[in-house]
């Protein structure tokens, strides 16, 4: 392809969304990058504009009035979007269903799955003008094995799992691409927050074999971008080699 994509990533500020804007810059892509933190935004687009166009939007991707006020701000020349990742997503405590807090529930199902859709209503018209696109959404090894105590994070996992497949059987028609990636272990700041805070409990998560990195995950969003026009990657678990499922992990502590 020789015209510059345009990629817009959600949940750019940190772990998998801000490898993948990393590596996409690296690559030629221009980039829309999203997320809550403004600081972190802006310090990112000055450090890509080195290499790349690149701007910024600044939403919480559960609030619908947000999302759509965001994209309504955008310049025209932005306005082309061939890439949506769907990264913004995030896990709220672990514990038993009958115990759950209510608020995390509500966080996990408003980011990772209403989020999702919410982001990629306002993407998808422009897809469907020009005929073509890619969605790549994150999904997670969550979204295909329920494991104990994830009950509310898988099932917005699972909902990302149905929504993807939706997805390409909704839009085979207007010739849009539609990739998930589901990854097993990835160190980022993600049991950090599910854990709120708690660096001793996040940090066991990782302990006793090389977990994934986002940059991993970053090589094969790219890789699945750079196929072919007439191949789409549909469906990929990707786990570090010390993982054999959602709860084996063979560790050396
Ligand atoms: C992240 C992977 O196994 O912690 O989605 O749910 S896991």
Same mark, same amino acid.
């Given at each position: 392809?020789?015209?510059?994509?345009?990629a817009l990533?959600?949940?750019?500020?940190?772990?998998?969304?801000?490898? @993948?804007?990393?590596?996409?810059?690296?690559?030629?892509f221009?980039?829309?990058?999203?997320g809550?933190?403004?600081?972190?935004?802006?310090?990112?687009?000055?450090?890509?504009?080195?290499?790349?166009?690149?701007? @910024?939007l600044s939403?919480?991707?559960?609030?619908?009035?947000?999302?759509?006020? #965001?994209?309504?701000?955008?310049?025209?020349k932005?306005?082309?979007i061939?890439?949506?990742?769907n990264?913004? $997503?995030?896990?709220?405590g672990?514990?038993?269903?009958?115990t759950?807090?209510?608020?995390?529930?509500?966080?996990m199902?408003?980011?990772?799955v209403? $989020?999702?859709?919410?982001?990629?209503?306002?993407?998808l018209? $422009?897809?469907?003008?020009?005929?073509?696109?890619?969605?790549?959404?994150?999904?997670?090894?969550? $979204?295909k094995?329920?494991?104990?105590?994830?009950?509310v994070?898988? #099932?917005? &996992?699972?909902?990302?799992?149905?929504?993807? &497949?939706?997805?390409?059987i909704?839009?085979?028609a207007?010739?849009?691409?539609? @990739?998930?990636?589901?990854?097993?272990?990835?160190?980022?700041?993600?049991?950090?927050?599910?854990? &709120?805070?708690?660096?001793?409990?996040?940090?066991a998560?990782?302990?006793?074999?090389?977990?994934? &990195?986002p940059?991993?995950?970053?090589?094969?969003?790219?890789?699945?971008?750079?196929r072919?026009?007439?191949?789409?990657?549909?469906?990929?678990?990707?786990?570090?080699? #010390?993982? #054999?499922?959602a709860?084996?992990?063979?560790?050396?502590?």
């Open positions: 392809m020789s015209q510059k994509r345009t990533i959600t949940g750019a500020t940190s772990g998998i969304g801000e490898a @993948t804007a990393r590596l996409l810059a690296d690559h030629s221009r980039l829309i990058i999203c809550r933190r403004k600081d972190r935004l802006e310090q990112l687009k000055r450090e890509l504009e080195l290499k790349t166009e690149v701007t @910024t939403f919480e991707v559960r609030n619908k009035k947000e999302v759509s006020a #965001a994209f309504q701000s955008l310049d025209d932005w306005k082309q061939d890439v949506l990742i990264n913004a $997503g995030n896990a709220h672990l514990a038993p269903i009958q759950g807090n209510v608020e995390d529930w509500d966080a199902i408003d980011i990772n209403k $989020g999702l859709l919410y982001v990629s209503r306002e993407v018209p $422009g897809m469907i003008k020009m005929n073509q696109g890619h969605i790549i959404n994150l999904g997670s090894i969550a $979204g094995e329920a494991y104990p105590n994830g009950n994070y898988c #099932a917005s &996992k699972f909902a990302v799992d149905a929504l993807t &497949k939706s997805m390409r909704d839009l085979n207007n010739g849009i691409k539609v @990739t998930a990636i589901h990854p097993g272990l990835v160190e980022t700041e993600f049991s950090l927050v599910r854990f &709120k805070g708690d660096e001793e409990r996040a940090s998560v990782y302990k006793g074999f090389e977990p994934l &990195k940059e991993d995950i970053a090589d094969l969003i790219l890789f699945a971008l750079t072919p026009a007439h191949v789409v990657v549909a469906d990929l678990v990707v786990f570090p080699v #010390a993982q #054999a499922n709860t084996i992990v063979k560790k050396d502590l």
